[in-house]
């Protein structure tokens, strides 16, 4: 089985007119790229990465800032608030563009308030269990869950989150009742998973790649490049 859904990670910042840019040689401070999720899973580690090379190429520190929760509101607010002048940057993914139809009203506008910036990325999520799980195969995932209805705890990132979004979207589409029991983070997802709180797991496959390859998680499906 095939998830359709793959993750975004791109840069945004405050909206800023050209006038803005154009008045002095950029950057002239240390550069701030606000996540909107916890440390350790795909957003930080890809933030960091891109982080250090930004460094390095414009002669100026690059701090990340973290503020996972909320669906990535807080995050976003805190760049939009800030001032315009390309310093402080946003990791947007997936959520951040359904985020408004998950909330009655946010403290700023998605469209009009960010600037794009760049995009970094596109990541492939799977579907997985801890490796001394009974579970070999995704069909006998889904027919434990039929038989079971409400019995099968299924982890993700925050609510909003497009591992949250795609577990939801493997519900729907599988037809079965499961739990979906979101994490404040990926270290978080995988623990509860190998201390057998959870029993499946829905994540960007390259923070869990080196668990998987490790034999510690047992990879049941997989997005592909066509998703």
């Known amino acids: 089985m095939q998830l359709q859904r793959r993750d975004l990670l791109a840069l945004f910042g405050a909206a800023c007119t050209s006038a803005v840019w154009a008045q002095s040689a950029f950057p002239r401070k240390a550069l701030r790229i606000v996540v909107p999720f916890g440390a350790g899973g795909v957003a930080d580690l890809t933030a960091r990465t891109v982080g250090q090379k930004l460094s390095q190429t414009l002669g100026q520190p690059v701090v990340i800032e973290n503020k996972p929760g909320a669906g990535g509101v807080g995050?976003?607010?805190t760049v939009a608030k800030a001032a315009p002048d390309g310093h402080t940057l946003l990791l947007m993914s997936n959520a951040s563009?359904?985020?408004?139809t998950l909330f009655n009203k946010l403290p700023y506008d998605t469209v009009k308030d960010f600037t794009p910036v760049s995009t970094l990325g596109f990541f492939d999520i799977a579907?997985?269990?801890?490796?001394?799980s009974k579970f070999k195969t995704l069909g006998e995932v889904l027919?434990?869950?039929k038989a079971h209805p409400g019995q099968l705890n299924v982890g993700s990132i925050n609510i909003g989150s497009t591992q949250n979004l795609a577990a939801e979207l493997?519900?729907?589409?599988?037809?079965?009742?499961m739990q979906i029991v979101p994490f404040n983070g990926t270290p978080a997802v995988v623990n509860a998973?190998?201390?057998?709180q959870i029993e499946v797991a829905v994540e960007i496959v390259s923070p869990i790649m080196g668990q998987i390859k490790g034999g510690a998680l047992r990879a049941?499906?997989?997005?592909d490049s066509a998703s």
């Not at 563009?97 to 408004?100: H, I, P, Q």
């Not at 579907?127 to 001394?132: D, F, G, I, M």
């Not at 998973?193 to 057998?196: A, F, H, K, V, Y």
């Open 220 to 223: 049941l499906a997989i997005t």
């Open 143 to 145: 027919a434990y869950a």
């Open 127 to 132: 579907v997985v269990t801890a490796s001394e």
């Open 97 to 100: 563009a359904v985020t408004a």
């Open 75 to 77: 995050a976003a607010d």
């Open 193 to 196: 998973l190998r201390g057998g």
């Open 170 to 177: 493997f519900k729907s589409n599988a037809g079965v009742d």
